[in-house]
């Protein structure tokens, strides 16, 4: 009897050992949206067009992401570069550059084919939204490049955003 | 031609003697890189890409420039070769901008093909790279990028053996080596844009589809050509529905794989602001007539139709059939024409017609292709300005003449751009073809030992006694003869004379002989084979013929003989005609008569214009139904070599297709045909017109095929009537110009650097005694109307006549023809 | 464009020329030749008048007129001097008697002195090893050059 009692809270402590481990653990969840995570550097979210150093757009509307892109989700017109007043480097530049967040599949083909480094995926995952139509990411909207690490780590081991 | 037997690759191909070994090779299979190697240019051994290993040969070879030969045995691959190809890349890359994201070419490029395939990886260029002039013009409508340009002068090649005209050289030498005109000046003549399909890398691009899209986004539409009756295949790339650039699709049966200028950058119509896309009614004309209904406004195009058509059987009802007419289009589909014509005969009237001049369908002999120029040893042209008509026939003519020794004939009252590869030249006084063609035939008929007696003179002609024998002389000893006619130059009757010398020189033995009706317009064959005529159903069945009318056509079918287009208009002057339906046709502008027409028209109780752009007949109309035309619509058209060719639909259009519209208007008077798809009018057509049997949507296919032998009436037009006198006035010739700004080609027409303001061509005698010089103003007039034109005097035409060539719809020239189509007499002044 | 008018003499000898040859396109370089002798130039304008003579192109005749380095686009002056810069010459000295020459005539190489007397300019090889450093002067060859020689020769040419 006593034998069995002992063994008993033995394996409740073998059972709750794994609880009080993980109590004192750092913990894997986050109190989102108030913590947001850290996501790798190559984590393929949101896309965005870059800018070159003199503030040019870098994208030269040669279309490569679209055919490349295995869902069709990217559209780009192309047109000719005013010399005087140039959008990008180059002779040409996308006039139009849409990608429809909603089919795409953040397989990162595009910014794989891109010769100048223009697309790029990034970080950002928070995608979710009410409308449809929002997901038509124009160049306009791409070109909103932010500051990379947005978010970083604090001491207590949480993610925070970067205060600007 | 004997055949030669040799290896490539361990692949034994037997190919003609003269072959070239990177043409052989493509016959087995076996890829030789080249990039100035065409096979219609032929050998430059420019680029050595092409080096190939061949047995007993010390050096390596250049297979673009060696002819085949017994036995020979070729490598075209092993270490010996690729090394060479790779340091030929490596060359050809040294200089060579690594834009391809931003090249027009990228994704079409036989530099980034080859260099895929054959190049090396990287470069061992340490240095900077040349910098060059980037996007120059080289004219309004192609860019040059010097950079780009890898001097394998295909384009320098092209316009030396194909255009003829060396209008594109290189100039300088070795580093500085350019690809360049005459003193910078444009590169622009009727043919430039073809160094643009032909330039292997990304250095001549086409100025109007610069950065539009690129090559992988377009949709490839393979359609022909509606600008002339060559028909030339194109490849229409559109993106959204969106005209986006035209390119050649080579078919060696009708234009060798080039298209003119005119071609590929003239059907910006497609897109033009004055296309019409609804049907309306305008307020014009006499009163409403009395069975007019309400005319449902913005009502869709099929619903009109179906209203109007119902009002012309009430005219045709009440009137009479003979009241109605139909002006249908030389520019329109086979299957338009042969369904309006239904349409109209099912109203009860012949009165059908689409054209100014007089014509017949068929011919006494053979209708030959336009291959057939090739193998002819004899080119005769009557009346003819292939240049400014038909293109591409004249760069047919030129490889004839100058490639597979073909002479070449002229009998023309004006001088042609042709003329300086003309054997014999013989020009006629303005206005006197009709003696000129019946002196060649009964000197032929002469010759022949015949006694037949056309009573021609060659009196009013002005051509001398021995000229004329030795056009006799050429075309008698010929072994094979074409003749080609543009029916639409030839005034009055004269197009049934050139049937009739046709027929004497198909009795002529030793003679195979063909002839190529040449009218500018593009399906102007097809409209006479479908029986858009007022005395023949389709197919050159006379309306006479009441037995086989009856069987092909119904016992219903009208067998009165209707009125011609000149002779409508006439009636409608007069008031006998009430209702006219005009589809795709301008007569206002485009028939002699100019205010007579539009009087005539004026008169009409109902005119409607089913066309796609806005003209001054549609301004006349009451109502104005819309048309898709070239680009939206589908179809066939014949070609001047009697080839039917598939048009095919590039683009949606928002308003119904014009052979629905027709079927709807069918159905509407009981017909009980009904086509699901264009096919099937084709397949009507194949049972219906004789000629065309074996013609189906199958056959056709992408690259066309001959039509049979229309059979042709025996033709017998009368004596010469002798000429009104002259009275110190002139005889009009117009002239046709290939860039007339029209409404094909508008003001915003990339073409618009080639318009030219109104000309006068005189005589020098004819000048000196009206007393004007080169340069002046004179006003021309005749007919009641008057035009200005600049003078030139060059002798264009002989003494009595005056060139107009027709420049533009404002300019009016046809105003100052005669309305029955006779030649015309005009005053000139010096203004 | 001005039309050019050969002058009656040059209109026989072009006829004299035409005749030596059976196709006409074949006498192309003597025109030019002709035309850059009277006129120190070929100008677009004679370009024009060669094609004419010769039922060819005027592209076609820039286009051989421009391989030629004889030819020239920009006036010459009436002494023409081409300095010999290969490989003999340039192990004789002829870059310094080059620059001597340049400096003695105020000139640049490959320019005109501005009473349009001389041109100077560079020139690969001249086929006179034997006399390197040496020069040409319109028709004539002057070898084993020195400065003093070239001083010499400029001040004899009037």
């Known amino acids: 009897m006593l034998q069995a009692t002992f063994a008993g809270v033995k394996n409740l402590l073998i059972g709750m050992g794994v609880t009080f481990r993980n109590m004192l653990s750092k913990p894997v969840t986050l109190q989102y949206p108030e913590v947001k995570r850290t996501m790798p550097t190559r984590y393929r979210g949101r896309h965005f067009l870059n800018r070159d150093e003199d503030g040019l757009e870098r994208c030269v509307g040669c279309s490569l992401c679209s055919i490349n892109c295995p869902v069709g989700c990217i559209h780009v017109v192309a047109a000719e570069n005013d010399p005087e007043n140039p959008v990008s480097k180059g002779e040409r530049y996308a006039e139009v550059y849409e990608i429809n967040l909603l089919r795409c599949i953040y397989c990162g083909y595009c910014e794989e084919a891109c010769p100048v480094d223009a697309v790029v995926l990034r970080e950002h995952y928070e995608l979710a939204d009410y409308d449809r139509d929002n997901y038509i990411m124009e160049k306009q909207d791409l070109l909103v490049y932010p500051e990379p690490n947005e978010f970083r780590v604090n001491v207590l081991g949480n993610t925070e955003r970067v205060n600007k | 031609m004997s055949d030669v037997t040799l290896t490539i690759d361990g692949k034994t191909v037997t190919v003609p003697k003269g072959t070239k070994v990177v043409d052989a090779a493509k016959q087995v299979e076996v890829d030789i890189p080249v990039f100035c190697y065409h096979e219609k240019i032929g050998p430059l051994g420019c680029c050595r890409m092409c080096l190939v290993e061949v047995e007993k040969m010390p050096k390596l070879m250049t297979a673009c420039t060696m002819d085949v030969a017994p036995d020979m045995v070729v490598k075209t691959v092993g270490d010996k070769v690729e090394k060479a190809q790779k340091g030929v890349l490596e060359f050809t890359l040294l200089n060579h901008p690594l834009d391809c994201p931003v090249c027009d070419k990228g994704g079409e490029c036989p530099l980034q093909d080859n260099t895929f395939k054959y190049g090396p990886p990287d ?105 002339c009756g060559c028909n030339c295949n194109i490849t229409l790339g559109t993106r959204l529905n969106e005209f986006m650039r035209i390119e050649a699709r080579p078919n060696d049966a009708v234009d060798d794989g080039w298209i003119c200028d005119k071609g590929r950058w003239g059907h910006h119509f497609m897109e033009s602001k004055n296309k019409i896309t609804a049907a309306r009614e305008n307020s014009v004309g006499k009163t ?65 017609d689409h054209k100014s001049y007089q014509d017949t369908p068929g011919l006494p002999i053979r209708h030959f292709d336009v291959e057939e120029i090739e193998n002819s040893n004899i080119v005769l042209l009557i009346a003819c300005d292939p240049t400014e008509e038909l293109p591409i026939l004249d760069l047919r003519i030129k490889k004839a003449v100058s490639r597979c020794g073909t002479k070449l004939l002229s009998l023309n009252d004006q001088d042609t751009a042709l003329d300086k590869y003309a054997e014999l030249k013989v020009k006629y006084k303005v206005g006197s073809e ?84 040449a009218a500018p317009a593009t399906n102007a064959v097809g409209a006479v084979d479908m029986g858009l005529l007022p005395d023949f159903y389709p197919g050159g069945v006379p309306v006479s013929d009441s037995e086989k009318v009856k069987e092909l056509w119904g016992e219903n079918a009208p067998t009165k003989p209707g009125l011609s287009a000149s002779e409508m208009i006439a009636k409608a002057k007069s008031g006998d005609l009430k209702a006219l339906w005009i589809h795709r046709s301008n007569p206002v502008v485009d028939f002699p008569g100019g205010e007579q027409v539009v009087e005539a028209l004026k008169n009409l109780d109902l005119l409607v214009v089913h066309d796609m752009l806005e003209t001054e007949t549609t301004q006349l109309a009451k109502i104005v139904l819309p048309s898709n035309g070239p680009g939206f619509d589908e179809g066939t058209t014949t070609n001047i070599g009697g080839r039917v060719q598939a048009r095919r639909k590039a683009l949606e259009a ?178 | 464009m001005q039309e050019y008018k050969f002058t009656e003499e040059q209109e026989k000898e072009i006829s004299r020329i035409l005749a030596k040859y059976p196709v006409k396109t074949s006498a192309l370089l003597p025109l030019l030749t002709l035309v850059q002798r009277a006129d120190r130039v070929v100008s677009p304008e004679a370009m024009v008048a060669i094609s004419k003579k010769l039922d060819v192109s005027p592209a076609y005749v820039q286009s051989v007129m421009s391989f030629y380095t004889m030819y020239h686009t920009e006036k010459v002056g009436k002494y023409m001097i081409l300095f010999c810069i290969n490989i003999s010459c340039q192990l004789n000295g002829c870059d310094k008697l080059l620059e001597h020459t340049a400096r003695k005539l105020n000139i640049k190489v490959g320019e005109t002195t501005s009473d349009e007397k001389f041109t100077l300019h560079r020139e690969e090889c001249l086929a006179a090893c034997t006399e390197a450093p040496m020069m040409r002067v319109n028709d004539t060859y002057y070898g084993n050059l020195t400065e003093q020689r070239i001083d010499q020769i400029l001040e004899s040419l009037d």
Not at chain 2, 161 to 170: A, H, Y
Not at chain 2, 174 to 188: I, K, L, M, S
Request: hydrophobic share 35%; proline share 5%.
């Open chain 2, 123 to 227: 470069t061992r260029m340490e240095f900077h790279r040349a910098n060059n002039v980037k996007a120059a013009p080289l004219s309004p409508v192609i860019t040059i990028d010097r950079e780009r340009c890898i001097a394998c002068q295909r384009c320098t090649a092209y316009s030396e053996r194909i255009e003829q005209d060396r209008g594109l050289v290189m100039l300088n030498r070795g580093f500085h080596n350019e690809v360049n005109t005459f003193n910078n000046e444009p590169y622009d003549n009727r043919f430039s844009g073809n160094v643009i399909d032909i330039c292997p890398v990304g250095a001549l691009t086409n100025t109007d589809f610069r950065f539009k899209a690129r090559t992988w986004d377009l949709e490839n539409h393979d359609t022909l050509c509606a600008n």
């Open chain 2, 288 to 352: 409403e007539p009395t069975s007019f209904p309400n005319f449902p406004i913005n009502a869709p195009a099929e619903q009109a139709a179906e209203k109007v058509i119902e009002i012309f059987k009430n005219i045709a009802e009440e009137h009479g059939p003979e009241s109605i007419g139909f002006l249908g289009s030389p520019y329109a589909t086979n299957e338009e024409g042969y369904l309006y014509q239904k349409l109209f005969r099912l109203l009860g009237t012949n009165n059908i």
């Open chain 2, 434 to 517: 009709a003696s000129a063609v019946d002196a060649l035939a009964e000197g032929l008929a002469r010759e022949l030992g015949e006694s037949i007696d056309f009573s021609s003179d060659l009196g009013p002609t002005g051509i001398s006694d021995e000229d004329m024998k030795s056009l006799v002389e050429a075309v008698r000893s010929s072994m094979k003869i074409c003749v080609v006619y543009n029916p639409a130059a030839l005034s009055g009757d004269t197009s049934l004379r050139v049937k009739r010398l046709l027929s004497v020189i198909a009795r002529i033995p030793t003679i195979e002989c063909g002839a190529i009706p």
């Open chain 2, 654 to 831: 928002n308003s119904i297709d014009d052979w629905k519209l027709i079927q709807v208007m069918l159905k509407k008077l009981g017909d009980e045909s009904s086509y699901s798809r264009v096919a099937k009018v084709l397949n009507e057509i194949s049972q219906k017109v004789p000629g065309y049997q074996e013609i189906n949507s199958r056959f056709v296919g992408k690259q066309g095929c001959n039509r049979e032998q229309v059979a042709g009436e025996e033709v017998s037009p009368g004596n010469v009537e002798s000429a009104a006198s002259s009275n110190g006035k002139l005889q009009l010739r117009v002239a046709t110009y290939l860039f007339a700004h029209d409404k094909i080609l508008d003001a915003s027409s990339k073409l618009a650097y080639h318009f030219k303001p109104s000309s006068a061509f005189l005589n020098e005698s004819d000048a000196g005694k009206i007393g004007v010089s080169n340069g002046d103003r004179v006003s021309i007039s005749g007919n009641g109307t008057e035009m200005e034109a600049e003078v030139t005097i060059d002798n264009r035409c002989m003494e009595g006549g005056v060139v107009v060539p027709r420049i533009s719809d404002e300019q009016g020239v046809n105003g100052l023809g005669n309305p029955d189509g006779s030649p015309a007499w005009v005053d000139i002044k010096k203004a």
